[in-house]
């Protein structure tokens, strides 16, 4: 399945967002609404980039026939490097590669079982909620993670906030926190490469050390994701200088997830560099999945 094949025109002032969330993994909207809501918003280009998972892909394809987005399949994959932890973006990813599918098999057998096991731990805290209240909050399917637990808190009336809820029950040193099953970020980067895509460096402002920039580099990564909610423009500027320096490509995107009213700001307005979608066109070409250019 390819998610590459719809290229509808484009007016002036389209917009771009590579950073989104559907309830394929944590997302409030299911992929076809995203679709429908980014075109609602002037977005044109979209990458859907769900935790851990490609299920959301094909929804979000079929519904480009009706809200013709560009539409670009991604993920973003979890990985910790000593205790902190590190995400990685993958662009245009091939969805039937076993050894891509094999691990994102593994890695949602892993996210299940560790929100079972928060379910009883804030069991044992006297947090009453069941694990069927948190599966309800994922799509079939698709990935658990902490966000659809702190979504159960809500609905219980424990918390007001998904951000409440990981600062009460579900970070480190909380009553609910449970270590996840440990993919390391220069595994995460080589299996988008086996898989033919684009490795970018997700928020590095949030958890990600900068010196381990230069051996992520020689994994295979090819560009970081500069431009996001969470990161100050001091940091903005830093990024942007390593970008240069190490001639790696520029991205943006909003992360959005849509729990949060606040998110809406952000969609599609983080900024997004015209070489980074050149090069985006360059890769496409490359793997010969479309004669049709972006615009």
Wanted: hydrophobic content about 35%; proline content about 7%; glycine content about 8%.
């Amino acid at each position: 399945m390819s998610c590459t094949k719809y290229y509808p025109h484009y007016d002036n002032g389209w917009k771009i967002e590579l950073h989104v969330h559907t309830t394929a993994s944590d997302g409030a909207y299911n992929p076809g609404k995203i679709v429908e809501l980014a075109w609602e918003k002037g977005v044109r280009i979209l990458a859907i980039t769900d935790h851990d998972t490609t299920s959301g892909w094909e929804e979000a394809a079929g519904k480009t026939l009706q809200y013709p987005v560009m539409l670009i399949p991604g993920i973003e994959l979890s990985t910790v490097h000593e205790d902190h932890e590190i995400h990685i973006l993958g662009y245009y990813i091939d969805p039937d590669s076993d050894k891509l599918q094999n691990v994102l098999n593994l890695l949602t057998d892993a996210r299940q079982n560790r929100a079972c096991k928060i379910v009883e731990k804030l069991n044992k805290h006297g947090i009453d909620i069941a694990f069927e209240d948190v599966r309800k909050k994922g799509s079939p399917g698709g990935s658990l993670g902490r966000p659809h637990v702190a979504l159960a808190l809500i609905e219980q009336g424990l918390v007001n906030t998904v951000e409440e809820a990981f600062e009460k029950f579900l970070n480190p040193d909380r009553p609910g926190y449970v270590p996840r099953y440990k993919l390391a970020p220069y595994e995460a980067i080589a299996l988008i490469k086996k898989a033919k895509g684009i490795p970018v460096l997700a928020h590095p402002g949030i958890d990600c050390p900068v010196e381990l920039l230069p051996s992520f580099i020689e994994a295979g990564l090819l560009g970081i994701e500069v431009f996001h909610p969470q990161h100050t423009q001091e940091m903005e500027k830093e990024f942007l200088r390593l970008a240069c320096e190490r001639n790696l490509i520029v991205t943006g995107g909003s992360d959005f997830h849509g729990h949060e009213q606040d998110e809406w700001r952000y969609f599609g307005e983080m900024p997004v560099p015209a070489q980074s979608i050149e090069f985006f066109k360059s890769w496409l070409l490359r793997k010969n999945l479309t004669r049709k250019p972006l615009p």
